[in-house]
C-alpha cells in the first residue's frame, strides 16, 4: 500500500505538545531514503525546529554508507550498526557479520544492532537467528557498547540469551510489544524500554499499561520511521519528528505532563547512548 508523505516539520512543531529536546531513540534513515525521502534535508528541518537526540538504526552492514554521512553532518545523530533478524537469511550472513565488526571496531557507533529474534515471521530457521543474536550480544561485551533488541514473539529466548550473555551497557527492547509482566523481567537484566507509535493505536491498552509500568530511569521513546506512524496518521510515512504523538500517549498513560516524558527520555537516553564528545544540549524554551 502506498503511503501518504510523512507530516511537515512546521505543522508538528505548531502541536500544543510539541517541545524542542524531544528524543527519537530509532529511527531508520536509509529505510526513509527508499521511501523517497531524502533524510538529509528531513534531519536539517528537524535539529533545525530544536529535535534533540536520534539514533540512526542500521540493520545491514551496507546502511552504514548512509548514517556515516549522516552523523558527521549532525552532532546530535548517533548511528548503530547490526543485522536484523530480516536480513538473518542472506546466504553471506558470516561476511556480513565480519563487516558488522570491522565498523563497530571503528568507534563511531553507540549501540550494536538492531538485532534480536522474530518468531513471527521466522526470516530465517531458529538456529541462525539464536546464532546471530548471541553473536552481537559477545559483540556487546567486546566493544563496551549497548545492544539494540528486536523481539517479535520471543520473549522467553531473547530473556534466556540476555541473561547468558549480558551486554556490560545493557541495551533496548525496542518497539515494545510484549504483555506488561515483561516490562520488569527484561529491566532486571539491565534493558531499557522503549516505545514506538503502535503504543498509540486505539488497541493498544496492554502496550499503554506496560508503559505506565516501566521504571522512570528504563524509559525510552521512538519512532521506528518509516515504519508505525502513530495514530491519528497510520497511513503515512513515519519521520522522528512523529515522535511528538507517542510521547502525548506515554504521558497521558503515565499520569504525568509531555515535558516530564521528554526530560526523562533525554536523560535515559544519554545515559545509555552517549560517549566522549557527544552531547546533546536542549534548546530553551521561550
Given at each position: 500500500?502506498?503511503?501518504?508523505?510523512?507530516?511537515?516539520?512546521?505543522?508538528?512543531?505548531?502541536?500544543?505538545?510539541?517541545?524542542?529536546?524531544?528524543?527519537?531513540?530509532?529511527?531508520?534513515?536509509?529505510?526513509v531514503?527508499?521511501?523517497?525521502?531524502?533524510?538529509?534535508?528531513?534531519?536539517?528541518?528537524?535539529?533545525?525546529?530544536?529535535?534533540?537526540?536520534?539514533?540512526?538504526?542500521?540493520?545491514?552492514?551496507?546502511?552504514?554508507?548512509?548514517?556515516?554521512?549522516?552523523?558527521?553532518?549532525?552532532?546530535?545523530?548517533?548511528?548503530?550498526?547490526?543485522?536484523?533478524?530480516?536480513?538473518?537469511?542472506?546466504?553471506?550472513?558470516?561476511?556480513?557479520?565480519?563487516?558488522?565488526?570491522?565498523?563497530?571496531?571503528?568507534?563511531?557507533?553507540?549501540?550494536?544492532?538492531?538485532?534480536?529474534?522474530?518468531?513471527?515471521?521466522?526470516?530465517?530457521?531458529?538456529?541462525?537467528?539464536?546464532?546471530?543474536?548471541?553473536?552481537?550480544?559477545?559483540?556487546?561485551?567486546?566493544?563496551?557498547?549497548?545492544?539494540?533488541?528486536?523481539?517479535?514473539?520471543?520473549?522467553?529466548?531473547?530473556?534466556?540469551?540476555?541473561?547468558?550473555?549480558?551486554?556490560?551497557?545493557?541495551?533496548?527492547?525496542?518497539?515494545?510489544?510484549?504483555?506488561?509482566?515483561?516490562?520488569?523481567?527484561?529491566?532486571?537484566?539491565?534493558?531499557?524500554?522503549?516505545?514506538?507509535?503502535?503504543v498509540?493505536?486505539?488497541?493498544?491498552?496492554?502496550?499503554?499499561?506496560?508503559?505506565?509500568?516501566?521504571?522512570?530511569?528504563?524509559?525510552?521513546?521512538?519512532t521506528?520511521?518509516?515504519?508505525?506512524?502513530?495514530?491519528?496518521?497510520?497511513?503515512?510515512?513515519?519521520?522522528?519528528?512523529?515522535?511528538v504523538?507517542?510521547?502525548?500517549?506515554?504521558?497521558?498513560?503515565?499520569?504525568?505532563?509531555?515535558?516530564?516524558?521528554?526530560?526523562?527520555?533525554?536523560?535515559?537516553?544519554r545515559?545509555?547512548?552517549e560517549?566522549?564528545?557527544?552531547?546533546?544540549?536542549?534548546?530553551?524554551?521561550?
Amino acid at each position: 500500500m502506498n503511503r501518504k508523505p510523512p507530516l511537515e516539520i512546521d505543522g508538528l512543531v505548531s502541536l500544543p505538545d510539541w517541545h524542542p529536546g524531544f528524543t527519537d531513540t530509532h529511527f531508520h534513515s536509509a529505510a526513509v531514503a527508499n521511501s523517497g525521502i531524502a533524510p538529509a534535508g528531513l534531519l536539517e528541518k528537524l535539529f533545525g525546529a530544536g529535535m534533540g537526540m536520534i539514533v540512526d538504526v542500521a540493520i545491514q552492514p551496507e546502511d552504514v554508507i548512509v548514517n556515516r554521512a549522516l552523523s558527521e553532518r549532525f552532532p546530535r545523530l548517533l548511528r548503530t550498526c547490526g543485522i536484523h533478524p530480516s536480513i538473518s537469511d542472506r546466504q553471506d550472513w558470516l561476511k556480513a557479520l565480519e563487516m558488522v565488526e570491522r565498523e563497530i571496531a571503528s568507534g563511531d557507533f553507540a549501540a550494536v544492532g538492531e538485532t534480536g529474534l522474530d518468531w513471527y515471521r521466522m526470516y530465517a530457521p531458529r538456529p541462525r537467528q539464536l546464532d546471530l543474536f548471541q553473536r552481537h550480544l559477545e559483540a556487546a561485551v567486546r566493544h563496551d557498547l549497548p545492544v539494540i533488541v528486536h523481539n517479535r514473539e520471543a520473549d522467553r529466548d531473547c530473556l534466556e540469551l540476555l541473561s547468558r550473555h549480558p551486554p556490560a551497557r545493557g541495551g533496548v527492547m525496542h518497539c515494545f510489544s510484549s504483555q506488561p509482566e515483561w516490562v520488569q523481567r527484561f529491566v532486571d537484566v539491565g534493558m531499557y524500554i522503549s516505545f514506538a507509535g503502535n503504543v498509540t493505536f486505539r488497541s493498544a491498552e496492554t502496550l499503554r499499561e506496560a508503559a505506565r509500568l516501566t521504571p522512570e530511569d528504563r524509559l525510552l521513546l521512538e519512532t521506528d520511521a518509516p515504519f508505525l506512524a502513530p495514530h491519528p496518521h497510520r497511513d503515512r510515512v513515519n519521520q522522528p519528528g512523529m515522535v511528538v504523538f507517542t510521547y502525548s500517549v506515554v504521558a497521558e498513560a503515565r499520569g504525568c505532563s509531555v515535558e516530564k516524558v521528554r526530560d526523562t527520555v533525554a536523560a535515559n537516553a544519554r545515559r545509555l547512548f552517549e560517549r566522549p564528545g557527544f552531547s546533546t544540549p536542549r534548546e530553551a524554551e521561550s
